[in-house]
């Protein structure tokens, strides 16, 4: 699957996406990862930026309130749409460009870091887009990404509960079955039953890569891993938002941060 096809897939997806994550039903992103992985993000007020599949621009934004100068890239017309307009009403000077990770149509050494929120396991030529990534970093820049747990949430995913609906174990395999743009189909757990029934599920292209994939890629590219975060939710986070409790069990994201020299 190349590209394009990928592009098309997530142009379909972009409208009830931006719907319904922004209405508080993508709880992972909201009351886990996303914190998480601005946790670990170091110092960047001042930097220059790369949002690489940044959506409808609520992460990019979270980037840029802490100070840094971003750019967000993404392959879907519709996102990049809902990203200008909240831009527009509430500017934070983020510029939003169309484009996609293999060609980001920047000069050399453009950014001082690039951050990918959950974008690179949905892209086909993970190998080539890091390559891309270390080609517009500046020297001493990082890229720090966030993908699903390449050893916890493969292909094949099942959470093992108990007979109060508490995961208790998680079933995996699959786990070295790294066919290119396997589609998935879901929607946000949390929206209402009767909602979902309206609603189309996502058509998702994966490109599951083993850990093993995944460090010896970021090191081809000519980065080097410099941390990994795998976010756990809180006990008080759980019992607010118990749809993220499975995080006790075991990981569902993985974070990388790899440096130029």
């Not at 990404?145 to 995996?172: M, W, Y």
């Not at 890629?217 to 938002?241: C, D, K, N």
């Amino acid at each position: 699957m190349d590209a394009k096809t990928v592009a098309a897939h997530w142009e379909g997806n972009a409208e009830t996406w931006t719907i319904y994550s922004r209405a508080g039903y993508d709880k992972y992103r909201d009351a886990l990862n996303t914190p998480a992985f601005l946790a670990m993000l170091p110092p960047v007020a001042g930097l220059k930026g790369l949002d690489l599949g940044c959506g409808e621009g609520t992460n990019t934004r979270a980037v840029a309130r802490l100070g840094a100068r971003m750019t967000g890239l993404d392959i879907a017309p519709t996102f990049l749409r809902f990203a200008g307009e909240t831009e527009a009403k509430d500017p934070l000077g983020i510029d939003y460009v169309l484009g996609d990770g293999l060609t980001i149509d920047f000069p050399d050494a453009s950014f001082d870091f690039v951050t990918a929120f959950m974008s690179m396991m949905d892209m086909a030529d993970q190998r080539g887009v890091l390559k891309e990534v270390h080609r517009v970093l500046k020297p001493g820049g990082f890229l720090q990404f966030s993908i699903l747990h390449p050893c916890f949430v493969p292909p094949t995913r099942k959470n093992i509960r108990d007979e109060t609906g508490e995961a208790v174990a998680v079933q995996i395999s699959d786990y070295f079955d790294e066919s290119d743009g396997r589609i998935e189909r879901w929607l946000f757990s949390e929206i209402p039953a009767e909602e979902r029934l309206k609603l189309t599920p996502f058509s998702i292209p994966r490109f599951h890569r083993t850990l093993t994939t995944w460090v010896s890629m970021v090191v081809e590219a000519g980065l080097t891993i410099q941390a990994f975060g795998e976010p756990m939710a809180s006990v008080e986070v759980a019992r607010a938002e118990p749809v993220v409790a499975d995080t006790r069990v075991a990981p569902i994201f993985l974070h990388v941060r790899a440096g130029k020299g």
